[in-house]
């Protein structure tokens, strides 16, 4: 059974600081992964998505990167802003079956302090 | 992009009654959709997957009676929690998968109460 952990739960950073987000998973067999951001009480937007046969992705002041090998994903944010405050989750999919449904880890809260 | 509208944001309900709530792509067929249930602070925990035109497939745990999923066209999937109690309040969130589609697009959630 897939399971997806998360690291750090939470995280306080001041304005402007660079930061590392990390999402690990115990089966690479997967079809690709997917970060996710939460602001309270909302539904999730996509951030970045890869593919298994991807080693990274880039999306303005964000960069994700894979290693399916050692199940391993880090989400990079750059420059960070007060409004980039908000949970961040990383989801799998399967290789294949199960509809593709998604695993998600517990995500991590992150707060930018102006 | 691909859009995926639900509806209503926020329900209040009495306790005993059955509230329904509407997941809609709005610009592309979603071949399967997922109901997920998302308790304060917590991650997103899968409720059931629908096909289009096929029974849903429930996660082990999940009162198919209580959680009732209809996913009549490949546009419009219902959740309907039938005879409310205060313990199914909680956020409620769709998201629907194109079929040969890499990503997942998600509803902006329900949050249901019951009094």
């Known amino acids: 059974k897939q399971e997806v952990t998360q690291i750090p739960a939470a995280l306080s950073v001041p304005e402007g600081e660079n930061l590392v987000l990390n999402c690990s998973f115990t089966?690479?067999?997967?079809?690709?992964l997917q970060w996710f951001r939460q602001d309270p009480g909302k539904g999730l937007t996509s951030l970045l998505l890869?593919?298994?046969?991807?080693r990274e992705q880039t999306s303005g002041r964000l960069n994700a990167s894979l290693d399916k090998s050692s199940g391993r994903s880090t989400l990079y944010i750059a420059a960070s802003q007060p409004g980039d405050s908000a949970t961040y989750l990383c989801?799998?999919?399967?290789?294949?079956?199960?509809?593709?449904?998604?695993?998600f880890g517990k995500g991590t809260l992150l707060t930018v302090n102006p | 992009g691909a859009v995926v509208s639900q509806h209503p944001s926020r329900v209040i309900c009495k306790s005993g009654t059955s509230v329904k709530i509407e997941c809609r792509s709005l610009?592309?067929?979603?071949?399967?959709m997922f109901w997920y249930r998302q308790f304060p602070k917590q991650s997103l925990m899968l409720m059931a997957t629908?096909?289009?035109?096929?029974?849903?497939?429930?996660e082990q745990g999940v009162e198919k009676d209580k959680f009732l999923i209809n996913h009549a066209s490949l546009t419009l999937s219902t959740l309907t929690v039938t005879s409310a109690h205060p313990e199914d309040s909680s956020f409620y969130i769709c998201?629907?998968?194109?079929?040969?589609?890499?990503?997942?697009?998600f509803g902006s959630g329900t949050r249901l109460t019951v009094v």
């Open positions: 998201s629907a998968r194109r079929e040969f589609s890499y990503g997942y697009t």
């Open positions: 089966d690479s067999a997967i079809y690709n």
């Open positions: 890869i593919q298994s046969s991807q």
């Open positions: 989801a799998v999919a399967p290789l294949s079956g199960s509809n593709y449904k998604l695993t």
């Open positions: 610009d592309f067929q979603a071949t399967t």
């Open positions: 629908s096909n289009e035109g096929s029974k849903a497939t429930y």
